[in-house]
């Protein structure tokens, strides 16, 4: 027998697709390059499809307009930070380092590089296209502030903290940990911080938010 013939033959007939989920993570990919380089107006679905290297039909298909195409470039992002704040796992930790890894979750998602290049894009064009704020807000800014304001109702519930006013503490906690460096960064003043010099932020923020609502141990 020759080693042409011991080789297995390819099956006949179409070859097999790829399933949706797997060309949909393409596309979003793809879209957040081209929203990167083109900016929201200048972005086009037919330059999308061609860097995800699919058809504008089956692109249309799986996500049907540029406006749910940026709203999930958003929300992938902010899915990673919803994963990574996995209140049962931290629900064994001491709460010190237990708010340290919500706070530094926080942080690394809102001070990524593309995370601020996104905030330009959204300041930058919602005059002519509102509809980008609105999806910023609700998949972003709202998404991640409820999140972070479900933890400490938790906390508050099992009586380690004490919160007169929730949503008003979540804000403070949010803003000390990426107000400064978010705006000097987006005003040029400075690069993106490095994960260390956001561990180290994340750390000095949980302390000092802890030391103004820690219950006092009983008896």
């Known amino acids: 027998m020759s080693k042409d013939a011991e080789l297995p033959r390819r099956a006949r ?13 393409l596309v979003i990919e793809a879209a957040r390059h081209e929203f990167h380089a083109s900016g929201y107006a200048r972005a086009s679905m037919a330059a999308v499809a061609q860097r995800a290297g699919v058809s504008t039909k089956t692109m249309y298909r799986l996500i049907p307009t540029k406006a749910e ?41 809102t001070l990524d590089e593309e995370t ?26 709202h998404r991640t502030t409820e999140a972070m304001e479900g933890w400490l ?5 099992r ?14 906690l949010r ?5 400064e460096p978010q705006r000097a960064v987006m005003m040029g003043l400075q690069a993106a911080p490095d994960s260390a010099e956001i561990a180290a932020r994340a750390g000095a923020c949980a302390r000092l938010f802890l030391d103004g609502c820690r219950r006092a141990p009983k008896g």
């Not at 179409?14 to 060309?23: H, I, S």
């Open 69 to 109: 195409l940026f709203r999930s470039v958003v929300s992938e992002r902010i899915s990673r930070f919803i994963l990574a704040l996995d209140a049962a796992a931290y629900a064994t930790l001491p709460i010190e380092e237990a708010l340290e890894r919500v706070v530094l979750a926080f942080g690394t998602l």
């Open 159 to 172: 009586d380690l903290i004490a919160l007169d006013d929730v949503p008003m503490a979540t804000g403070m």
């Open 13 to 25: 007939g179409r070859p097999q697709l790829r399933p949706d989920d797997e060309t949909r993570r």
């Open 175 to 179: 803003g000390m940990m990426i107000m």
């Open 153 to 157: 109702r938790v906390q508050c519930g």
């Open 116 to 141: 601020i290049a996104l905030y330009r894009l959204v300041l930058g064009e919602s005059d002519r296209f509102p509809e980008i704020a609105a999806t910023f807000y609700d998949s972003a800014v």
